[in-house]
């Protein structure tokens, strides 16, 4: 099992990188385009759950919908996309506080939270993509987001094996602490330092630099969270199979989703990007 993780975590890598780095922007586009209409199909089984023809058909009607507006959205739907996110995402956080475990979600709850899914994967995308294609060395702002997320993921891991005590979310997702989370911060302050030393990949103070890399790091656990909660309450371990050892899109993705407005949010409100 963990060959495999290894194996599929280096293919994802390469050409996730390749292709942001060294193609052109209409093909991150359609790679996006490819990732929103799985997550779409995954969304649609966790929640709603139309039956697998209906899935398909949600996935890639969102596909060419991305494909056909992509390159016409402009700055100030995307800041006021971003604003929506964040505030859809602080809404989810104090959620956590309220949520208690049912398993037999009603309908219209899980329509509820289908339509909050859509939005988040719609804000992330196309933040995603306005990154690429509309910020100087976009493909490297965009590489060093996600090792934000990644980099926090694995330094909360290693940080909660060995010094995990207190349970961030027991009722959520029992193997996350506090101590983790804590680790990961730390990791990636240093990455961070590390980063803005040795580059000039965003053109701002330090302070801006640590609040973004930060802001950006603690969100992407609450995205981690919130589909767990999507999968508690359909009963499932991993939103889909399409990736060998790792589960689903989503399952890979979650803390990105939720990263990818706020990171940009940051970039807004520092004037780096306007």
């Given at each position: ?204 103070s330090l302070i801006w630099f640590i609040g973004i890399g930060l802001a950006t790091s603690t969100i992407s656990v609450v995205g981690d969270l919130f589909e767990s909660i999507l999968k508690r309450e359909a009963g499932v371990k991993d939103s889909g ?32 990007v306007g």
């Open positions: 099992m963990l060959k495999q993780r290894i194996i599929t975590a280096c293919v994802m890598a390469t050409v996730f990188a390749g292709t942001i780095l060294f193609a052109s922007h209409d093909w991150v586009r359609l790679m996006f385009a490819i990732f929103l209409g799985v997550s779409f199909y995954e969304l649609s089984e966790l929640t709603i759950k139309p039956g697998k023809s209906g899935s398909i058909a949600i996935g890639v009607c969102s596909a060419a919908v991305l494909l056909v507006s992509g390159s016409i959205i402009e700055v100030e739907i995307i800041k006021y996309q971003t604003i929506a996110g964040s505030l859809l995402w602080l809404g989810i956080t104090l959620f956590f506080a309220v949520y208690r475990f049912s398993g037999h979600w009603s309908l219209m709850k899980r329509t509820f939270f289908f339509a909050i899914g859509v939005c988040m994967l719609w804000i992330c995308i196309t933040s995603l993509i306005y990154v690429h294609g509309h910020i100087a060395n976009g493909g490297w702002v965009m590489l060093y987001l996600m090792t934000l997320v990644w980099i926090a993921d694995i330094g909360a891991y290693f940080s909660g094996r060995r010094f995990g005590k207190n349970k961030l979310a027991p009722g959520i997702s029992p193997g996350k602490t506090w101590e983790g989370v804590a680790g990961g911060m730390v990791v990636n302050i240093i990455w961070m330092l590390l980063i803005y030393s040795q580059t000039s990949l965003l053109a701002m199979r399409i990736l060998p050892g790792h589960g689903g899109v989503l399952d890979r993705f979650d803390s990105i989703i939720a990263a990818a407005p706020i990171f940009l949010m940051g970039l807004f409100l520092s004037g780096t």
